[in-house]
Every structure is written in C-alpha cells, then in structure tokens.
C-alpha cells in the first residue's frame, strides 16, 4: 500500500510541475536568457575595459619614455592628451606627470601646474596634499623661506602623510636663507621621527652638520 500510495504522490507532483511549465516556463527560459545575456555583456564590457587600459597604458609609457629621450615636447603633448581624455586613475597620474615635466623646462611654472592639482576640489586630499608638497619643492629656489613655511608648514604636522619630505625641504629652504635655529629645528623633527626613512636621515645627518657649522664668514 505504501508503494501505491508513494507512486499516486509522484504521478501528482509531476502533473503539477508539468502543468507550471506549461504556464510559466516561457518566464523561466526568458529569465536564463537574461541571465546569460548579462554575463556575456559583462565579460565583454570587462574585455573592452581592460583593452582600453592597456591602449592608455601604452600612452603614458611612451610619454615617460619621450621624457628619458629628452624629447620634453612629445611628453608634453602625450601627457595632455591623456590628462584630457584618459579614465581618472590614469588622468591623475597624467596631470602630476604633465606637472612635472613642465617643471623641467619651467620650475614656476610647474609649481603652478601643482597648485592647480592642490585646488582641485575633486582629487582626495592626500593627493592635493601631494601636490601642495611638490610646488612647495620646487619653489624653495624660487621664493622666500616665509613663503615656504607658510605652503609647507601644514604638511609637516606631526601625523602627516608626507611629513618626511615636507620639514627635510622647510629646513633647506630655512639653511638657505641663514635662518639656522629654524632649519635645525626642523631638521631635528625630521630625524627624531621614528617612522622616519633611513635614506633622509642620512641626508638629514649631513643638513645638520652645515647647521652646526654656522654661518660662513669671508675673511678679506
């Protein structure tokens, strides 16, 4: 009786599920369409996307290698182009590049290019911060320890991301107007930081030893 009872149940449930098929199975096989249709636009949107990277890829190294050429004008040119056109990962690297290579032939104005990077209310701060370092950098033959300090003061605080780089150039910019309690100083909180790189205090070592010399005097 169990068997008779059992096969009755299975004769049931497949009238039932024939009788689902019959009025929804156009839903189901449109649904794996669908499903299979959006997979292989995804794999094809990612195809195009990664051949698209590799184009821009391409771009930017040959701007870098123009650059090692020393044809400064085919960087540039490159550079725009994908500062313009290229998707934001590779625009930002372009535009700091672009930055660059204008401070090669032009250090104000490369310091002015990064400050238009450090006003870019778009860019993350610590990539505005970045740029905020870099024109400082290139100004510290350009313009008054004041200005310096005022530009690169900010980013020396003691939690900083770029830190480091921003009191080793307060302090050059601070020995080279003679301003010698306030490079030391700042020279003293670059080597002090624990977390500081080897390679700038080795060179720090070396700031403080001028520090400690003093001014130069010229005897006639």
């Known amino acids: 009786m169990a068997d008779i009872f059992r096969e009755i149940d299975e004769e049931v449930r497949r009238d039932k599920a024939a009788e689902l098929w019959k009025k929804y199975g156009w839903v189901i096989t449109g649904l794996a369409v669908l499903a299979v249709l959006a997979v292989a636009g995804w794999q094809f949107w990612q195809h195009r996307e990664n051949q698209a990277s590799q184009a821009v ?46 401070a090669k032939r032009d250090p104000a104005a490369g310091a002015a290019a990064f400050d238009a990077l450090a006003g870019d209310g778009a860019l993350e701060q610590i990539y505005r911060d970045l740029a905020r370092l870099r024109a400082g950098i290139l100004r510290v033959d350009l313009v008054p320890y004041a200005e310096i300090k005022a530009a690169l003061e900010p980013l020396a605080a003691a939690q900083g ?32 930081d624990p977390q500081a790189p080897q390679g700038l205090r080795q060179r720090v070592e070396l700031y403080l030893a001028l520090v400690r010399g003093g001014p130069v005097t010229v005897k006639n």
Not at 170 to 185: N, Q, T
Request: glycine share 6%.
């Open 161 to 192: 991301v770029w830190r480091h780089t921003a009191r080793e150039f307060l302090g050059i910019s601070a020995l080279k107007a003679d301003l010698f309690e306030d490079s030391g100083r700042w020279f003293d909180a670059a080597i002090t």
């Open 57 to 102: 890829g391409a771009r930017l190294e040959a701007a870098l290698k123009s650059s090692r050429d020393g044809d400064a004008a085919q960087a540039e040119t490159i550079l725009k182009e994908l500062a313009e056109t290229a998707p934001a990962g590779y625009r930002l690297i372009a535009r700091f590049r672009l930055a660059a290579e204008t």
